[in-house]
């Protein structure tokens, strides 16, 4: 099986647009440092998929499993005080008000359907409830020629790095990706991708990334980029018909985050996109539009995801720097409140730390059987 597997493609409901509210970037460096979480033995060189997801969720483990357990623990039998307090329990996991209600409604069929009176089935039903929830449209569509990722999000979310990368993966399988440098507001943000571009294709990283080389291309992920301040729209365009040019695969946008509103995010989106499809209109590409979201917001992101839909049909979300936070919890809410699939996920910050979005993994992890 390939790293990112395929299925059907769905298709994103359009969005009502709204105009009223400002798409604003995180507090930048008001954010604390989460501690890498510390594990019971300090992590072999490479750790497999399934075990360093497993790292970077134990604090999220600790908050959900943890809470959840508490109250199964506490009672014997199944009545309202129980229902009420594993409400809260995984309210305070991130779940968010809306979905931890949903939870808890879904629990109370299932208990009434088989009976149980006792709470040792609880863990068993969560872990079936979340993983039904979690799961439908979680692979990432490579089927066009080219397919087209365009990253957005706001700025500090993890696009850029996230881009770099996914461009290593689909390398590894054997894809030609051709990234577009269209988060041209600053100088710095075009190096930075261009950067992760020379690591993607395993050629060592200059202090000061230096744009597209002609090894990059023989080596399978190169760069497009035009200058600081350029038109992002200017910068796909030109990347989509490179891509077809040279019969590339994948084509990656990186996004600016700087947007003052949701008026003008939607007219550089829809600029990009427009700039895409005049390039590549007849060929049969597809374009995918991934939010990237930082785990360690919470709640934030779920509001953040809630915003950018309503500027632009969104696909997937990527759920970055899962490492580390214990509000992991909140994949869930995105995905039943907002109904946007969870596609990957960041579990660090480096070149192999990006995953595949697998329900089942992420909720084994988080609701084992045996209390973590
Ligand atoms: N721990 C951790 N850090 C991440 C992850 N993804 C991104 N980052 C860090 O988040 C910061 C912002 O990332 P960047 O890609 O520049 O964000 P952008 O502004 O959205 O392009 C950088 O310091 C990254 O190293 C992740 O999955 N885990
Ligand atoms: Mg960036």
Same mark, same amino acid.
């Given at each position: 099986m390939g790293f990112f597997k395929r299925k059907p493609k769905e298709k994103t409901e359009e969005v009502a647009i709204t105009e009223a509210a400002e798409i604003t970037a995180p507090e930048e460096a008001a954010q604390p440092q989460e501690e890498i979480p510390e594990t019971e033995a300090p992590p072999p060189k490479k750790l497999g998929l399934f075990a360093k997801l497993k790292a970077g969720l134990q604090k999220t483990r600790d908050s959900l499993a943890g809470g959840v357990n508490r109250v199964v623990n506490s009672f014997t039998k199944i009545d309202e005080d129980f229902f009420e307090q594993l409400e809260e329990a995984l309210i305070l996991a991130d779940l968010g008000a809306a979905t931890a209600d949903e939870v808890c409604e879904q629990l109370r069929v299932k208990i009434k359907r088989t009976g149980a009176t006792e709470t040792s089935v609880i863990t068993g039903m969560l872990r079936e409830i979340i993983a039904e929830m979690l799961t439908g449209g979680n692979d990432l569509d490579l089927s066009g020629s080219p397919a087209v990722i365009m990253v957005i999000g706001v700025? *500090?979310? *993890?696009k850029t790095t996230t881009i770099g990368k996914l461009a290593a993966n689909l390398k590894a399988e054997g894809k030609k990706v051709i990234v577009a440098a269209?988060?041209?507001?600053?100088?710095a943000a075009i190096e930075q991708l261009a950067e992760w571009v020379a690591r993607a294709n395993g050629f060592a990283v200059p202090a000061q990334g230096d744009g597209s080389r002609p090894e990059f291309q023989a080596a399978g992920v190169d760069i497009v980029r035009h200058a600081e301040g350029a038109d992002p729209a200017a910068v796909a365009y030109d990347a989509c018909n490179a891509a077809r040019a040279r019969g590339a695969d994948v084509v990656i946008i990186d996004t600016a985050g700087r947007l003052h509103n949701k008026r003008h995010l939607m007219e550089e989106l829809k600029k990009i996109a427009r700039s895409v499809d005049k390039v590549l209109g007849e060929d049969t590409h597809t374009l995918e539009t991934l939010l990237v979201l930082d785990a360690t917001t919470g709640q934030n992101a779920v509001n953040q995801a809630r915003l950018f839909s309503e500027a632009t049909p969104i696909s997937g979300i990527v759920l970055t720097k899962?490492? =580390?936070?214990?509000? =992991? =919890?909140i994949i869930v809410s995105i995905k039943n409140e907002l109904n946007i699939p969870v596609k990957l996920v960041g579990v660090g910050e480096k070149i192999d730390d990006l995953q595949a979005f697998v329900p089942e993994d992420y909720v084994n992890i988080l609701f084992p059987d045996e209390p973590a």
């Open positions: 700025n *500090g979310a *993890g269209a988060d041209t507001f600053r100088a899962l490492d =580390g936070t214990a509000k =992991g =919890g």
